[in-house]
C-alpha cells in the first residue's frame, strides 16, 4: 500500500490532494504521511520478534518532533548523536532508557546532559572519548553505560561519505585496539562496559556486508567473554536501504531471518538503528516552477526549492524521483531541475526525462523523508521550508514556515 498515490490524474498524500495542501501552506514543503512511519516501523521491528531486540529509530534522518514523537508512542528508542538530538527525543517523551549516544565528537556539557538523563549507554568511538566519560560521570558520581563501536574493517558496498565500517574511516576502533580498549574500560571506577557496538554505513543494499560484520563482532565478543566482561547488548546500527531508482535493498523480514538465524545462540539483547528505511519513502518534497529556460545544449525548470532544502542530490549525486502532483500528456524532455541558490551545483535532478514543465506547476520530489529538511540550511539567506504531517485527513504543521525574521533573530548583537 501506497500513502503517496496519484488518483484522477493528481497526487495525494494519504486522504488529501497535494495540490490542496499547497494552497494553505504554500512551496517548498515537505509532507510526511504519518501512516507511512508507522507502517515502516512496525514492519522493521516485527522482522526481529524472535529476538530480544530494541528498535532505536535514528534521529539524524529525520528530527522532527512530530515524528519522534509518533515513533516513541509506537515502542520506538531512540539513536542520537547530539545533545541537542537528546533534547528533541527527551522532548517528545521517549524513554530515556531507550535512548543509545553514538558519534565521534560528544563535548562534556553533551555527556553530562545525558548521564543527567540516564539513558541507556553510550556508543564510544575512541580511548580519549572514554577516559572523558570517565571523568565526567566521576565529577557527578555516576556510572555510564558504554559500549565500543567496532571497525570491522568491512566495505559496505555504498556511498563512500556514508560508509563508516572500513580501516580509513573516522568511526570506531580497530579490532586489536577496541580489546585494550576494553581492558581499561573494566577499570575505570566510573564505567561499566555491557555492549559491542558496530555501524557499517547506510543506504546498505544487501545483508552481506552486515552478516561479515556480525560474523566478526561475535568472535570478539567470545574475547570479551574470556576477560569476564559481562556484555548484554549488541549494537548492529542501522544503513538498510531504499528504493530511491532502480535499488532492490532486501526487506526487513529477509534482515531478521538472518540476524535471528545467526544470534539464536546467544544470550544478547540486539539493538537495531534503522533510519532512512524508516523515514525515507514517508515524506516527499513539493516545489513549484518558476520559469523555463532553454540553451544551446540544456533545458532548465527552474523551482522554488534548492539545494538548501534539500542537499543530497549536490552532495551525494543521489537520485531522487520527479513527478509533476497534477499529471499532463504532454510530450517527454529532457531537464535539468535547478533552485534559485548561486551554485551551479543547485540542482535535484540532471538530465532527467519529464513531461513538459511549464511555470507555475508543481513538482514532486519522492523519498526526501530522510536526510531531507534535517540537513537544511537558510543558505543565500533562504528561510527554511514548512514541515506536515498527514494522518488520513488530518494535517499537523510539524513545523512552520520560516520567516526573514528568523533568519536575524540571533543576530542583534550588532544593534
Known amino acids: 500500500m501506497h500513502y503517496f498515490e496519484y488518483k484522477n490524474g493528481q497526487l495525494y498524500a494519504e486522504e488529501i490532494p497535494v495540490a490542496d495542501l499547497v494552497r494553505e501552506y504554500d512551496t517548498p514543503l515537505y509532507i510526511y504521511s504519518a501512516k507511512t512511519f508507522r507502517r515502516h516501523f512496525q514492519a522493521f521491528d516485527s522482522a526481529f520478534e524472535g529476538i530480544n531486540h530494541l528498535t532505536c529509530y535514528s534521529v539524524k534522518a529525520n528530527s522532527n518532533l512530530c ?34 549516544y553514538s558519534g565521534v565528537g560528544k563535548r562534556a556539557h553533551e555527556i553530562q546532559e545525558a548521564l543527567m538523563a540516564d539513558i541507556l549507554m553510550f556508543n564510544v568511538e575512541s580511548q580519549q572519548e572514554l577516559l572523558k566519560i570517565n571523568q565526567v560521570a566521576q565529577d557527578l558520581d555516576k556510572t555510564a553505560r558504554i559500549s565500543l563501536r567496532i571497525n570491522p574493517d568491512v566495505d559496505p558496498q555504498t556511498h563512500p561519505y556514508i560508509s563508516t565500517g572500513l580501516k580509513k574511516n573516522k568511526f570506531g576502533l580497530a579490532m586489536d585496539q577496541a580489546l585494550e580498549t576494553y581492558k581499561l574500560a573494566k577499570e575505570l571506577s566510573n564505567i561499566e562496559p555491557i555492549g559491542i557496538d558496530c555501524h557499517i554505513g547506510s543506504q546498505l543494499t544487501s545483508i552481506d556486508p552486515f552478516l561479515d560484520a556480525l560474523t566478526k563482532v561475535l568472535n570478539f565478543y567470545e574475547k570479551l567473554k574470556d576477560m569476564g566482561l559481562d556484555i548484554k547488548y549488541l549494537d ?6 531504499i528504493t530511491y ?24 539483547k540486539l539493538i537495531l538503528e534503522p533510519g532512512r528505511v524508516i523515514a525515507g519513502n514517508a ?12 540553451t544551446e545544449i540544456k533545458n532548465f525548470v527552474i523551482v522554488d526549492a534548492a539545494m538548501n532544502d534539500l542537499v543530497r542530490p549536490s552532495l551525494y549525486g543521489s537520485f531522487h524521483r520527479i513527478a509533476p502532483v497534477i499529471q499532463t500528456d504532454r510530450p517527454m524532455q529532457k531537464v535539468d531541475i535547478v533552485g534559485p541558490i548561486c551554485e551551479s551545483g543547485d540542482f535535484l535532478a540532471q538530465d532527467r526525462e519529464l513531461p513538459e514543465i511549464k511555470p507555475d506547476e508543481l513538482l514532486a520530489v519522492f523519498s526526501a523523508g530522510a536526510y531531507g529538511f534535517t540537513m537544511a540550511s537558510q543558505y543565500n539567506s533562504r528561510t527554511r521550508a ?4 498527514v494522518d488520513g485527513e488530518e494535517v499537523t504543521v510539524a513545523r512552520r514556515r520560516e520567516v526573514y525574521f528568523d533568519l536575524v533573530a540571533l543576530e542583534d548583537g550588532c544593534f
Open 245 to 268: 531508482k532502480e535499488e532492490e535493498p532486501p526487506h526487513p523480514a529477509e534482515f531478521g531471518r538472518a540476524l535471528s538465524e545467526r544470534l539464536k545462540d546467544y544470550d544478547l
Open 236 to 241: 548492529l546500527g542501522g544503513g538498510l536501504g
Open 283 to 294: 515524506g516527499i518534497l513539493v516545489t513549484r516552477a518558476l520559469y523555463t529556460k532553454k
Open 386 to 389: 514548512a514541515e506536515i504531517l
Open 67 to 100: 515524528i519522534l514523537k509518533l515513533l516513541a508512542e509506537m515502542g520506538a528508542g531512540m539513536d542520537i548523536v547530539s545533545g541537542g538530538e537528546l533534547f528533541r527525543a527527551l522532548r517528545a517523551g521517549v524513554d530515556p532508557q531507550k535512548i543509545v
